[in-house]
């Protein structure tokens, strides 16, 4: 059974830093894409970030270059978010999520329940 | 990378179908037979319901389908049941490599 468990969200004041991480089980995880979306309270779903390729690539959405950065250990079966020079639009509910094939970020089969991530000073 | 369009609400009756859209550009939308739809029951995790504009993963009913023409993709849902009320999402893979999403729809059954 596949299962992803987010960790590592809580309360940041705006400028501050956090990381996050999603632990994966009952799939080779090297052998697919995984994202991260999130979802600002009340809102609707943003992808935010993805790594393919077993790491090879990474990819990102334009509000958060430079301040994000996705990674993997694939010895340890987990992905991550880092997260700086955080705002206070960033907050929301973050899901990590496994794509259906290796190369691209597309087709979200399976996801954890999120990590929220709340920006506020 | 702004989200594609759809309607903010639908509703139908049991039984019934509707058609959710979702519009985009020829960068995305346009550009693959990439674009996948998500239904989201509340503080629920998303759900894949539909991938690569017309295919159902395994357990998803077949009353569920997907289609695109040009920059405008679309799922309609047949039969409608209590249980379909949720927002549905669409998302289309980029010629830059990204994901977008689409605003969501409300489903309202009546």
């Known amino acids: 059974e596949v299962q992803l468990l987010e960790s590592g969200g809580g309360l940041v004041q705006p400028g501050g830093s956090l990381r996050l991480s999603c632990a994966a089980s009952?799939?080779?995880?090297?052998?697919?894409?995984m994202s991260w979306v999130r979802q600002a309270p009340g809102k609707g779903l943003e992808w935010v970030s993805a790594?393919?390729?077993?790491?090879?690539?990474?990819f990102y959405t334009d509000s958060v270059k430079g301040r994000f950065t996705i990674s993997s250990d694939n010895s340890k079966n987990t992905l991550y978010l880092q997260l700086n020079s955080l705002r206070v639009e960033d907050t929301a509910l973050y899901y990590c999520?496994?794509?259906?094939?290796?190369?691209?970020?597309?087709?979200?089969?399976?996801w954890g329940q999120g990590t929220l991530v709340t920006v506020s000073s | 990378q702004s989200a594609l369009t759809q309607p903010a609400s639908v509703s139908g009756s049991p039984g019934q179908s509707i058609t959710i859209s979702c519009t985009g550009t020829?960068?995305?939308?346009?550009?693959?037979?990439?674009v996948s739809w998500y239904q989201q029951h509340p503080d629920k995790a998303p759900k894949l319901m539909i991938y690569?504009?017309?295919y159902r993963p395994s357990g998803v009913s077949n009353r569920f389908s997907g289609s695109k023409s040009g920059n405008t993709a679309s799922l309609t849902i047949s039969g409608l049941q209590a249980e379909d009320e949720a927002d549905y999402y669409c998302?289309?893979?980029?010629?830059?490599?990204?994901?977008?999403f689409g605003g969501g729809t409300k489903l309202t059954v009546l």
């Open positions: 999520a496994k794509a259906n094939g290796r190369a691209t970020s597309r087709n979200l089969d399976y």
């Open positions: 009952g799939f080779t995880f090297s052998n697919y894409a």
């Open positions: 790594i393919v390729n077993g790491g090879a690539n990474t």
């Open positions: 020829s960068g995305d939308v346009g550009a693959y037979d990439f």
């Open positions: 690569d504009v017309r």
């Open positions: 998302a289309s893979y980029t010629s830059s490599s990204t994901v977008v």
